[in-house]
């Protein structure tokens, strides 16, 4: 079995400071063989937020892969955004923004989606989509990391990613097993699966640390890798409650190709 942890939106700058233990104490007894951050670690990309962040993600007990949101690049500060957007997240957090990993037989690649030019709305590139595609491992479990998701349901209100659809079409023609996202603190896996199945599978996660009380709950995930299963612990925390709750298990198994809610 292969265990990844998936946490997004941590929000450090405005993050749920009585969460942060519990958070850190479940992720490092699910004793994971990689954690996966996909971006928001700070809430509006300050270098007090960062070294908060950065301090956080150290006491991780497991190996770490994370990526950047819109939230780690300036807001306010243009000349800063359009010229130095990453200046901060690469001091603190990571030099390279779109990390590559291998664990088990889990291949995770990573897409950095912030746009400095429309802060909220992110973008793929062409360039990017091809080098996701050029890196598939066929023997693997190929799993694809990014803030903003690839598809949203018709109730949310953010504008999609640009160059979302020719992402999802050609992710999916080139075998792109599992895309983990974040960005709209909306949980959701399998949402966009059809009955028939689908050869990726979309996971979005809430937010893990965020205290707007509009987002009512946070949380994170466990995915433990079996042969052709996946199992997801999805942890709980509602804003009135001092903790998490037991975890919520969802199954789902991989064949021909093709994944399955079960």
């Known amino acids: 079995m292969t265990r990844l942890i998936h946490l997004s939106d941590l929000h450090f700058g405005y993050e749920r400071s009585e969460l942060v233990e519990p958070l850190l104490e479940r992720v490092n007894a699910a004793n994971a063989d990689l954690v996966v951050v996909t971006g928001d670690l ?15 993600l150290r006491r991780i ?4 892969f994370a990526v950047p949101g819109n939230h780690d690049i300036p807001l306010y500060r243009l000349t800063d955004r359009m010229m130095k957007p990453y200046r901060r997240y690469r001091r603190s957090i990571a030099e390279n923004l779109e990390p590559v990993g291998h664990v ?23 360039a990017q989509i091809r080098r996701i595609g050029e890196g598939i491992d066929p023997d693997c479990i190929n799993i694809v990391a990014l803030h903003h998701p690839l598809q949203q349901r018709p109730t949310v209100d953010k504008a999609l990613m ?11 023609l080139r075998g792109v097993d599992i895309v983990l996202t974040g960005h709209l603190h909306i949980w959701a896996a399998g949402a966009f699966l059809p009955p028939e199945g689908r050869g ?3 996971i979005q996660a809430g937010t ?7 987002d009512l709950q946070n949380e994170f995930a466990v995915l433990d890798f079996q042969g052709p299963d996946l199992t997801i612990e999805r942890y709980v925390a509602p804003m009135d409650e ?12 991989r064949a021909n190709r093709r994944w399955r809610q079960v």
Do not use: Y
């Not at 007990?61 to 770490?64: D, N, T």
């Not at 640009?162 to 999916?172: Q, Y």
């Not at 893990?208 to 509009?214: G, K, N």
């Open 242 to 253: 001092s903790g998490f709750r037991p975890p919520e298990f969802i199954h789902f198994r």
């Open 162 to 172: 640009r160059g979302a659809p020719e992402a999802l079409a050609l992710f999916e």
């Open 200 to 202: 990726m599978l979309q």
């Open 42 to 56: 700070t809430h509006r990309g300050r270098s007090a937020q960062f070294a908060r962040a950065a301090k956080f």
């Open 104 to 126: 088990g037989k889990l291949r995770v690649q990573g897409v950095n989606s912030v746009d400095p030019m429309a802060w909220q709305r992110g973008v793929i590139t062409a």
């Open 61 to 64: 007990e497991a190996p770490l």
């Open 208 to 214: 893990a640390l965020c205290a707007r009380e509009t």
